[in-house]
Nanobody, 130 residues
Framework: QVQLVESGGGLVQPGGALRLSCAAS????????IGWFRQAPGKERGGVSC????????NYADSVKGRFTISRDNAENTVYLQMNNLNPEDTAVYYCAAVFKILPAFRRVCLMEAHEYDSWGQGTQVTVSS
């Protein structure tokens, strides 16, 4: 059974930092393209960052470039999202997602659209407020 479990969310003051984790079970993450998404109340789920299967291609939403960093620990089968210099506009539920991309032709695929993914975590709340 494929399972993605996010953790690390919470309440942080503006300018603060959090590191989100996405622990995978039932799948081996280095065979998958990975994405982080977020959804604020009343808004659509949007892409925050993505990481290709081979780790060589990453992308970030313009709103988080220079502040967020995506990474993967193959030994821990976990993906991380380091979020620095947080601001209230970052408040949302954050989700990780995965899609199987074993074929060599897709090893550098980095996807920022939610519909491209078929495995999702339950989300973790991030609230940035003073």
């Amino acid at each position: 059974q494929v399972q993605l479990v996010e953790s690390g969310g919470g309440l942080v003051q503006p300018g603060g930092a959090l590191r989100l984790s996405c622990a995978a079970s039932g799948l081996t993450l280095h065979y998958y393209a990975i994405g982080w998404f977020r959804q604020a109340p009343g808004k659509e789920r949007g892409g925050v960052s993505c990481l290709s299967r081979d780790g060589g291609n990453v992308n970030y939403a313009d709103s988080v470039k220079g502040r967020f960093t995506i990474s993967r620990d193959n030994a821990e089968n976990t993906v991380y999202l380091q979020m620095n210099n947080l601001n209230p506009e970052d408040t949302a539920v954050y989700y990780c997602a995965a899609v199987f991309k074993i074929l060599p032709a897709f090893r550098r695929v980095c996807l920022m659209e939610a519909h491209e993914y078929d495995s999702w975590g339950q989300g973790t709340q991030v609230t940035v407020s003073s």
